[in-house]
Structure formats: structure tokens, C-alpha cells
């Protein structure tokens, strides 16, 4: 079959949304911790070990992915637990983590969510469309770049704020890689920076909360993989926030990878962004 234009201009968003269906019901086929606590015995191109829930909603999602490659669409798949995936063409890459938030899934806890991110380069500065749904709250992002984000097609209000109590620490800071460790060794920083800290325990999801403004910012106490902050990164951007990949020199010059290479920070303000920068990581 002959398609017109690349694999940018495939549907991404009806892809999306039937991967969540059959996510969906590949969730409510095992809910209790105990069925979704069996692991593969192997672990994910990430460096974790993989869960039976894990494969299986990466499989749902490359079920969709092969539908568009035999539909003549091109493009190279980058995901947590198999790696890379070439279907033809390097120049448009489709970067997915099936379940951000993978401990939270297995606990019944209820913030987990399907992450895919499309992009036409290599860092996170290339992606051009974005989609998180997190299957706690029912939520679905999404970001087209150039174009806005949207929650539950509510456009994301640029505008909106953060907020700081009358000594001027934030009043909400999430975090993730909240082992507890890491907070002690950042823990004197987070303590001049915010009133109240968040931990939901998906980066994806996260990055959300700071696009909705719900919380003031974000940051990662350890390098996240590629594939966690990909596409919420881009929600944050074109809903009027800052993202920011410390370890290289351009902010957003962090790869579209599985790799831990980077902690990702995003604020409502470049100041607040600036800021937690100077936190320890």
C-alpha cells in the first residue's frame, strides 16, 4: 500500500487511543497486585526487570505500530522494554514507554500511564507530538508542537501561574526517583525551595501535573531514561511551561532513548527552573 507523506503525518492520536482501549483492558483482565506482580525474568532494554503487564501492554502498542508499517508507513520505534524497533525509516522516530510508573500498576496504586512521544530528530527538542494517559485519573494529554496541549481536549492555559507562599517557597514541588536516599542527599535544597513535596511515582504523569499548573514544578532527584520524559516534556513546553535536561549543554538536547542519562526539571517560570537546577541530583 502507498501512503502520501511520512510517517509524521499518520494518525497518531487514533493510535494512541486504541493502544489505551486495549491497555485498558489488559489492566482489568489482571487486577489484583498478585497477578500483575509475575515478572518476565528478563529485564527491559531500560535496566529493569520486566513484568508480565509490562510486555504485554508493549505488545498492544506494537500491535499498532506493525498496522501502520503495513499500511506503508515508515518510522523507527524506540520503547522501555525492547529497545529499538526499525521499521524503515530512522528520520521519524516513535518513542514509547507502555506503562510509566510500572511499581504503581502492580500496587493498584492509581497514577500509571501509556507514554508516546513522535518526533522528527533525535533529542527532545524534535518531538512533535505527544500523548500521556494516565489510567488512574482517566486523563489523556496531549501536544501537537507549534500547536498547544490539551487535557481531556481542554486547552491547556498558558498563562497559568505557579505559586509561592509569603516566604517565597513553592507551594507544590513534585519528584520522582523519590528513593528515600536521594531525598536526604537534596533534602536541605528542597527544603529552601518548596512548602510541600508530591511524589505520584510516574515521571510521564508528573510532568503533566506541571503543564496543568497543579504543581509549581518538577524535578527528578536521579537521571530519568529518555523514554519516561518524552513526551510530557512537550506538554509542559506548549502549555507556556520550562523543561530543562541539566546534563547537556543544550536544555533540551537530552536523546530519545532508554538510557538514564539526565534528571529532568520543568517549572511554570524559567527563575523557579533556574532555581531547582542548583538542587542536588
Known sequence: MTVSGTALDADW???????????????????????????????????????????????????????????????????????????????????????????????????????????????????????????????????VRGEGAWCNGAVLDREASEIRGRDGRLEVLGIESADPRWVAASIDRLVGSAYRLRALGTIAS????????????????????????AAGQLIVREAGGYVSFPRFSDPLGAPLDTSASTPVIAARSLETLRELERVPT
Open 13 to 143: 492520536l487514533g493510535v494512541c487511543r486504541r493502544a489505551v482501549a486495549g491497555l485498558q483492558q489488559m489492566l482489568a483482565d489482571a487486577p489484583s497486585t498478585l497477578e500483575r506482580a509475575a515478572e518476565t525474568g528478563s529485564r527491559g532494554s531500560g535496566g529493569d526487570r520486566t513484568l508480565v503487564i509490562d510486555a504485554s501492554a508493549e505488545s498492544v502498542v506494537f500491535a499498532e505500530l506493525d498496522a501502520l508499517s503495513a499500511a506503508g508507513y515508515r518510522f523507527h520505534a524506540i520503547s522501555e522494554e525492547r529497545g529499538e524497533v526499525d521499521y524503515g525509516d530512522g528520520g521519524v522516530r516513535v518513542i514509547i514507554d507502555p506503562i510509566d510508573g510500572s511499581l504503581n500498576a502492580k500496587r493498584g496504586i492509581p497514577h500509571h500511564a501509556l507514554s508516546i512521544a513522535v518526533a522528527d530528530g533525535d533529542t527532545m527538542a524534535d518531538v512533535v507530538f505527544a500523548f500521556v494517559y494516565d489510567f488512574g485519573p482517566r486523563e489523556e494529554w496531549r501536544a
Open 206 to 229: 508528573t510532568l503533566c501535573q506541571v503543564a496543568a499548573a497543579r504543581f509549581d514544578a518538577m524535578l527528578t532527584l536521579r537521571n530519568g531514561r529518555g523514554v519516561d520524559a
